[in-house]
């Protein structure tokens, strides 16, 4: 028989695969990067020629890959915490805490995501564009910054199943 903590456990165990999946291609953006930056050296320093393209195009991949990334970090507890007390309270009082921490940061993430998508409609319905050479729309940087926001908000829900599920089994 499924019991609600066990199909909980396997959308959890769901959303990592797919996590892990965004990571990946995280990982193609920073490879994407890397070359992009070392042609625009090669052919400002080699050639005087500089691309007009390039500054343009890193500007969004960092933006995607700082946005995919995000929830992966959080998966993996690479975000920056303080742990000096926290190892010294009990199984049970860690997740308690871990509860009340990451709702906290859970509402400050669905507050960004609302104000990320906000600001990516008004910049679809407005048109609006960089101020670089390329003028490339500005609404597929907003609108990441919104899904990205949105991808760290399931994560910081999935913690908060684990945190409980962790709680009920101990």
Known sequence: MKTPVSTLKRIV?????????????????AIVMAFTVA??????????????????????????????????????EGHVRVDIMYTRFSHKWKGIIGI?????????????????????????????????AMRWPLFPMHLMMAIGSLLLGIELLSQIIKHIASLIDS
């Open 39 to 76: 042609y625009e050296v090669v052919m400002r320093y080699f050639f005087d020629s500089a691309t007009r393209w390039s500054t343009s195009l890193n500007l969004y991949l960092l933006i995607f890959f700082t946005f995919l990334g995000g929830a992966y970090t959080g998966l993996t």
């Open 13 to 29: 165990l769901g959303w990592e695969r797919f996590e892990r999946i965004l990571a990946y291609v995280a990982a193609l953006i």
């Open 100 to 132: 009340f921490i990451t709702a906290l940061s859970f509402f400050f993430i669905i507050y960004l995501t609302i104000s990320c998508a906000q600001v990516a409609y008004r910049s679809y319905e407005m048109e609006l564009r960089s101020i670089q």
